[in-house]
Structure formats: C-alpha cells, structure tokens
C-alpha cells in the first residue's frame, strides 16, 4: 500500500502484543518507519505458550471471536489472513455442566441453540429468540461509533438518537436484562457469565456488555490451527513482511520528553530510540506510573480494575469422552452472587468457584502425549490487593480448585481425575503482574463495572502529552483479542491524523 505521509516518521511502539503490533502494521503499511520494543523474546504479551513434559498450552486468551477484524487487518495490509493462519469453527463452542446434572452445549447456529434449549429449559425458546433479536440490536447500534473508530466525544455521545440510547440499554445491568428474557436460573447463569470475558461482573456491569453474548453465540468462535498463540506469530510474521523491525529482549524504561512532547523512549542498555510517536502496548496505568516521569501530565484513573484470574496448566494421563474443546462448570445458579461479591467486594479468591477447562488436544492430539490431555485450567480471582497473598496461599487455593473439580468430574463418572495429573505449571496474578506489567494484575486492565465505565476508559491519544498513544486492552475499546487489535487500529488512525496534519 502506498504511503501517505511525505517522510518516513520514525514511530517507536513499545511491546509486541497484539494492540502493538495491529498499529505497527497498519502504520508500517502506509509507509512509516516502525520499530517495535518487546522485553521479552517473542511476540504476543500475554497470548503465549508452554510447552512441557510433552504438552503445549495457550497460557492467555483461549478462544476469538470477530473474525472479521483480524481479516482486515491482513486485507488493510496488502495480505491474507489465511496465507498466515488457519482459523477453524468451534462447534460446540463451549459445553456448560452444572451439578444438578444438565449439561448443555452451545452453538452459534440458532435453530439449533432452539432445539437444544427447547430439550434443556421447555418455554424458554420464546425467550430466547428475543434474547438474541435484543443482543443484535446492541451490536449494530454500538459497532460502527464505538468498535470500529477512535474514541467517541462527549459531543457525539449526547447528540446520538433516542432510539440509539435505548438499544444500547445502559442503565440496567447485564443480569436485570438477562433475567427479564429468561426464568430458568441455568440459561440467566450462562449468559451472565459474559460478563467476565472483560473482567467485569453480570451484577454490576451495564446490560451494553450483552453484545458479548452476541459476539459468540450469534457471530461464532474460531480456534486457530495450532494453538492460539499461532495468531501472534501470525501479526509478528505480517508485521515482518511489511518492515516493521522488531526489536526483541528490548526493555523499555522511559519514555523520554522534552516539555510535554514525546521525543522518543530509552532502554535498559542506556540507549535512546528518537521518535515522532511512541505507541504504548503496554497497560495504561503502568505505563503512567513506570515510563512517565512524575513531572508528567497524569491522568486520575479512577476505574475499577478488570479481575484476574489463576491458571492451572495440567497434563492428565487420561482421556475424557463427556468433554469439550471449552468447558464449563457452574456451582448451582444461587450460588453465582456469592462468586462476583468474593471477587469484587470481598476481593478474595471465590470459595466456590465457576471453573473454565480448555482442552486444545480435544482439537489437535499433538498438543499432548498419545491418550493424554492438556487442560488449561482457570477461575476468575480478583485483582491484587492485601486481602489476599498469592505468594504464600497459591497452592493451598490450587488444591481447593483441583478438589472441586475432581467433585465435577465424579459426577462425569472419573472419580479418579486428579490422580492421572502428570505435570502441572501454575499462573497466579502475582505472576501476570510480574510477566507483563499491568493494573494490579488485572487481565483486561479496567473492568466495566458502573454505568460509564466503557465512556470513561482511557482513550487512545494520550491527554497532555503530545505523541504519545495506547494500543492495549486498558484503552478503548476494551480488552479481548479482537478489541485490542481495534485498539491498535484506533492508535494509528490517531497518529496519521496527528502527522499528517
């Protein structure tokens, strides 16, 4: 593609997750010189993998949704997509358990998801339908003002159309307007729960963050061939192929100012890359508390942090037919409560929690030994605080998880689950803290827990400082994988507006 500046403006974009590299791609594309800083000695931040013992897993993210944006961001490149990755459906996309013994498993097929429910929850196919009509207006209100663009302002917000507020329904939360759909408590508890695919709670966040369920269940799941992590290769090979240089083991530790102009960034070595523009991949908050000096212009981020979440990689000498590629295991529905107040009020680990197994040997039998499985096992924690050490209470609380699990899995007719782990590897958010860097170890940075939280998010031009940009999951529009490529989107349309002007 041809570019669109004069000169070739030196941009410096620190770290090489996906934000980082979906705007050094876009911007390298058009012609600017781009050259990416990533501490560690790959690509993808918090996308990554452990391979063990014979065993690989995803360690981040899990699952993609919105195919679309990472075509375009190949097709803006000159590029295809399918020459880098291979995406494949999920179908189902995840299988729900719950210990009263129903299962259920979900598709995006809604003729389907009909049938299955009609068989699950009979009366609820009305609901349903309804559900979904509702979750599509959401989406096909917000996607074109607040996805797929920079930041809104206030002025655009305000002047929107009536009937525009009311679709994006903000003023109740996610569970009143799952509950005024459906009465089964097993369908509210499932679709609650996309809530916390932003770290957020159903209780508290507004009914807006509904469009998730739409994401996926309307819109559909894909799980690249490989793992996951194939799709950060796939951005850091795109991002090769259209000269962005890329600078691994390379660690940032200042962003350097003259007055209150970005002029480049310095590294641990000592030494300073000048630059026009400095994109930081990295998490808002740290970025203003880590690389700014503290004469700096900073901003009062007053927001809650997304939640956390504690990783169990388990390699199981066995296999298990009852299960999917994503899992599910819900304590009862009236328990659900109790799980979002350990998380948010209380701020502890939750005593009872939901549990997520993704098993990729379920997809691709190379990712363990021959009648093994990889389990990427997770519950949703809290952000870090004193209520809570993970540095002395980590085990205590992985036995406590296993333990519920192996209480799962009995009543799937595996009493003996626990004793075919082979090998184990454990995340904490002490340890995501610590890895990347972030907001007290939150996952998606701020959570969406008040009724303005998606407005008050962090926009991708930084307030104060000029040339300095976020692409990352702590900035509009969010996090997630699809949300941060946006972001990075998003920083670039900024940055050409601010060097060609």
């Known amino acids: 593609m041809g570019s669109t500046s004069n000169t070739p403006h030196p941009i410096v974009v620190i770290g090489a997750g996906l934000g980082g590299l979906s705007a050094a791609i876009r911007l390298a594309s058009r012609g600017y010189r781009v050259t990416v800083c990533e501490q560690l000695s790959r690509p993808g931040g918090k996308m990554g993998e452990l391979r063990q013992d014979g065993y690989r897993w995803d360690t981040g993210p899990s699952v993609l949704t919105l195919r679309h944006v990472y075509e375009q961001l190949f097709r803006e490149a000159g590029r295809d997509l399918n020459d880098y990755v291979q995406l494949m459906p999920l179908d189902p996309i995840t299988r729900y358990f719950w210990p009263d013994g129903l299962v259920l498993d979900a598709t995006s097929d809604e003729a389907v998801m009909a049938e299955r429910i009609a068989q699950f929850a009979p009366g609820e196919v009305s609901g349903y339908r309804r559900f979904m009509r509702y979750i599509k207006g959401i989406y096909d209100t917000i996607q074109g003002p607040f996805l797929h663009r920079q930041q809104p302002s206030l002025r655009e917000l305000i002047g929107m159309p009536v009937t525009d507020v009311f ?165 009862a529905p009236e328990a659900y409560v109790d799980e979002f107040d350990d998380i948010f009020k209380r701020q502890v680990p939750p005593a009872h929690p939901t549990l997520y197994a993704c098993i990729t040997s379920k997809s691709d039998a190379r990712h363990a030994p021959a009648g093994h499985e990889n389990w990427f096992l997770m519950t949703n924690t809290p952000y870090l605080s004193n209520q809570f050490d993970w540095s ?108 060609s002007g």
Not at 397 to 424: E, N
Not at 465 to 491: D, E, I, K, N
């Open 392 to 499: 002395t209470q980590a085990e205590a609380y992985g036995a406590q998880v296993k333990g519920q699990m192996a209480a799962h899995m009995a009543r799937l007719k595996h009493p003996d689950w626990a004793s075919y782990i082979t090998t184990q590897h454990t995340l904490t958010p002490r340890d995501l803290q610590n890895a990347y860097g972030g907001n007290q170890g939150s996952i998606y940075g701020f959570s969406s827990n008040t009724k303005l939280a998606a407005f008050l998010r962090p926009n991708n031009r930084a307030k104060g400082l000029r040339g300095l940009y976020f692409a990352t999951g702590s900035a509009h529009p969010g996090g997630g994988v699809p949300l941060v490529t946006l972001s990075g989107a998003a920083a670039a349309e900024c940055v050409m507006q601010d060097l």
């Open 167 to 331: 679709k994006i329904d903000a003023l109740r939360t996610m569970h009143a307007a799952t509950v005024a759909y459906f009465r089964d408590p097993h369908l509210v508890q499932l679709f609650d729960r996309f809530a916390t695919y932003n770290g957020s709670s159903p209780f508290q966040a507004p009914a807006t963050l509904n469009v998730i369920a739409h994401v996926e269940m309307a819109m559909g799941a894909w799980y690249p061939q490989g793992g996951v992590y194939q799709l950060a290769l796939a951005y850091a090979q795109l991002a090769l192929d259209v000269g962005v240089e890329i600078r691994y083991g390379a660690c940032v530790t200042e962003i350097d100012l003259k007055g209150n102009s970005v002029r480049g960034i310095r590294l641990a070595t000592g030494d300073v890359l000048a630059a026009e523009a400095v994109i930081s991949n990295a998490d808002v908050s740290w970025t203003y508390q880590t690389l700014l000096p503290a004469q700096a212009p900073h901003p009062n981020l007053r927001l809650e942090p997304s939640c956390s979440g504690f990783v169990q990689l388990l390699g199981l000498g066995a296999q298990h037919a009852k299960l999917a590629h994503h899992n599910i295991f819900f304590n």
